[in-house]
């Protein structure tokens, strides 16, 4: 059985920072893309960032520049660092998961960037 948990979340204030973990279980999470994903209440979750089992990272025009996202193969782990948070980075926060049509989320962790 295949499970993304995700940590980090929290309230932060504007400017602040967090860093979000992904840990898996029952994959090789090395082996496939991992990505980070949010969501807003009425709106479409979307692409924050994303890195292949190769190392290459692509990031949302948003977050490019405040968000690094990064691996750690011997956790089985993927990690989203967020600096100069906004409060426009306010969402729930999804794991991802996908190789060759397999696709895995998390539950979600909510991040709020309010003073």
């Known amino acids: 059985q295949v499970q993304l948990v995700e940590s980090g979340g929290g309230l932060v204030q504007p400017g602040g920072s967090l860093r979000l973990s992904c840990a898996a279980s029952g994959i090789i999470f090395s082996n496939y893309v991992g990505g980070w994903y949010r969501q807003t209440p009425g709106q479409q979750r979307e692409l924050v960032a994303a890195i292949t089992s190769g190392g290459t990272d692509n990031y949302a025009d948003s977050v490019k520049g405040r968000f690094t996202i990064s691996r750690d193969p011997a956790k089985n782990t993927v990690y989203l660092q967020m600096n100069s948070l906004k409060p426009e980075d306010t969402a729930v926060y999804y794991c991802?998961?996908?190789?060759?049509?397999?696709?895995?989320w998390g539950k979600g962790t909510l991040v709020t960037v309010s003073a």
């Open positions: 991802n998961a996908a190789r060759f049509g397999r696709n895995y």
